[in-house]
């Protein structure tokens, strides 16, 4: 399976710029699996709830409805952050979009700093099988918590999908921690640039089991690539005839005494 990523810097609030870039962006990879960043058809600093309500769509919003369109035109799975109007209410959210014409919402459960101020966080993680192949999904700050990763896992994920704005310069080398922890692959999908006095972090990573790195993007360019993997290693949780990362697990032990 050829699974890719999409690094590029946003422009805040033109949806129709950044949903253009994304599509010619993805339009030259060859690949069945790409993942775009975290916010990526609205841009990631917002500074009132003013703009939220401007710029946030529904789950059958235009933009999920362009992503679809292309997703069948590329006959590929693609997953992207955008701003989710729910009602009354607001999430930090990632659509992934099939060429069959599905459409599943994760909603962010760990939120990062000030979008605490407007956007209400998920309450669960899911995973979903493509292509006999098991996915799951989480946003940017999830990965500072051992527990998404490993939820996912324990569901079934062999390769988590990971839209991200990443300013902090911790998760590309937590990603080998956790696709050792858990033998899975993952895709994070960062974008590059500065954004109202926010520096993001950019190095996409396409990471396998075994916290091998296949491919590290660079800080400051935009770029799509995509590697060839084998989603089966990722069923493999033996690390020798004795150890077995899951059956060894002892939850009744994982308690505050």
Request: proline residues 4%.
């Amino acid at each position: 399976m050829k699974v890719g990523y999409v690094q590029f810097r946003p422009k805040f609030g033109d949806k129709e710029y950044n949903v253009s870039k994304m599509i010619d962006m993805a339009s030259t990879l060859d690949a069945e699996v790409i993942v775009f960043p975290e916010l990526a058809n609205t841009g990631y600093v917002f500074k009132s709830k003013e703009e939220i309500v401007t710029l946030a769509e529904p789950y059958d919003g235009p933009s999920i409805k362009r992503m679809q369109e292309f997703s069948k035109r590329k006959g590929a799975l693609l997953a992207f952050g955008f701003a989710e109007r729910f009602g009354d209410v607001f999430y930090n959210s990632a659509a992934v979009v099939t060429p069959e014409g599905e459409v599943k919402i994760y909603q962010k459960v760990h939120l990062f700093n000030e979008e605490k101020l407007y956007f209400n966080r998920g309450d669960k993680f899911f995973t979903f099988t493509w292509h006999d192949t098991v996915f799951g999904v989480m946003i940017c700050f999830d990965w500072i918590f051992p527990e998404a990763m490993r939820t996912l896992a324990l569901m079934g994920a062999q390769i988590v999908l990971h839209p991200a704005n990443l300013v902090l310069p911790y998760c590309q080398d937590a990603m080998v921690t956790r696709c050792i922890e858990n033998r899975v692959f993952e895709i994070t999908a960062n974008r590059i640039g500065v954004e109202r006095g926010l520096k993001f972090t950019g190095a996409s990573q396409i990471t396998a089991p075994g916290g091998i790195v296949l491919h590290r993007a660079t800080k400051t360019k935009e770029e799509a690539l995509a590697v060839d993997i084998d989603p089966g290693l990722a069923l493999q949780k033996s690390i020798n005839s004795y150890n077995d990362l899951f059956k060894d697990r002892l939850p009744s032990a994982y308690k505050l005494s």
